[in-house]
C-alpha cells in the first residue's frame, strides 16, 4: 500500500467509525503527545468522538503542561478494551505500547501513523513515512485528507510535534516542507516563547545538580568518539528528580565535540535499563538498537535491555567500533 493509498484508507476508515481511540508511545515524548493530541483535537472539533491516552506510568513529564488538552485525556485502565477504530501515534512496535497492547490486537481497525524507519507495521492501516520529521507531519496530511480543518489547540500541539522531533528547527530532518508547516501552524496564535521555555530551556533547580553530577561521571572514548553516562536511582533519589526529567540529559552529552555517538542509560526502578543513542550520521545508532531489541532514527534511538549498565557500555563501545569500521571501510 502505497503512502497516499494509505492515507486514503485511514481517512475513510476514521470517518465511518463511531468513536476513535488514539494512543501513542510510553513515555511519551513531544512528538507522541503532540500528534496524538493535534488528531484529539481535530477529531472533537469535527464531531467525532474519540479518546486518547497512553499507558501506565500516566504521567506526563512536567516540561509538556504547555500543551493544550492534557487534561482530556484518559488514564490507560478507562481506555476502550476492543475499540472500533484505534489509531497509534509515533510509536514504532506493539510493545512500545505498554498496557494498550491489548486494545490494539483487539481493535477492528489499527491504524499506525507513524516516521521511524524501524516501524514493525504492526497496523491493519499503516500510515508511516520515514521521511517525516515528526510523526506530527503525518498528522497534518491525514487532517488534509479528512477534509478537516485544523483549529488553535490542533495547531499548538502539532507545533510542539515539530520543534521537539527537529531540536527546534536544527537536525537533518529540518526541510523546507518543515518550514511550511511551522508557518501554517504559527498563524493559529502558537505561543512561541512560553513553548520554546517550558518545553527545552527550563529546568527545575534539582535537575540542573542531578544533571552536574551526570556530566561529571560522564566518560569520553575519545578513539572511539563514544560518549556516555548512566542516571541512577540512587541519583533520582539523592537529587529528588523523576526520570521522566531527565529526557533532555542527552542533548547536553552529545555537545561533546570529541563524539560521534552519545549514549545515556537510565536505570528503571525495574532493574531495566532504558538507553538512548544520537548519532551525528556516520554510525547509523537505529541499526545498533534494533540489534540490540529497540528501534528509532539513524540519528537517534534506543532500546531496554536488562543490566548492569556497565555490560551494555561495553556492548555499546564495541557495536560502535564495528560500525565505524564498516562506514570508514566503504
Ligand atoms: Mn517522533
Known sequence: MNHSVALAEAARSIRGSVQVALACHVSPDGDALGSMLGMHHVLRHHGIASVASFSEPFV?????????????????????????????FDCGSLARLGDLQGPALAARELIVIDHHISNDRYGSINVIDDRAAASGVVVRE???????????????????????????????STTPEVFELAHELVQFDVPIPTLSRTLFEE?????LQLMASALQRAELVAHERFVS??????????FDVTMDEVEGLIDVIRRAREAEVTAVLKEEADGLVRVSLRSLGEVDVCAIAQALGGGGHKFAAGFTAPGPSEEIVRQLRSAVAAARRVSTAS
Open 60 to 88: 506526563v513529564a512536567a516540561h509538556y503542561r504547555e500543551l493544550p488538552g492534557l487534561e482530556l485525556m484518559v488514564p490507560p485502565a478507562q481506555f476502550p478494551q476492543n475499540p472500533d477504530v484505534m489509531i497509534t
Open 203 to 207: 529546568h527545575r533547580f534539582a535537575y
Open 142 to 172: 491525514l487532517v488534509r485528507t479528512l477534509g478537516f480543518s485544523l483549529d488553535r489547540d490542533a495547531a499548538v500541539c502539532l507545533y510542539a510535534a515539530l520543534v521537539c522531533d527537529t531540536g527546534r528547527f536544527q537536525y537533518a
Open 229 to 238: 553516562t548512566i542516571v541512577t536511582q540512587e541519583d533520582l533519589a539523592k
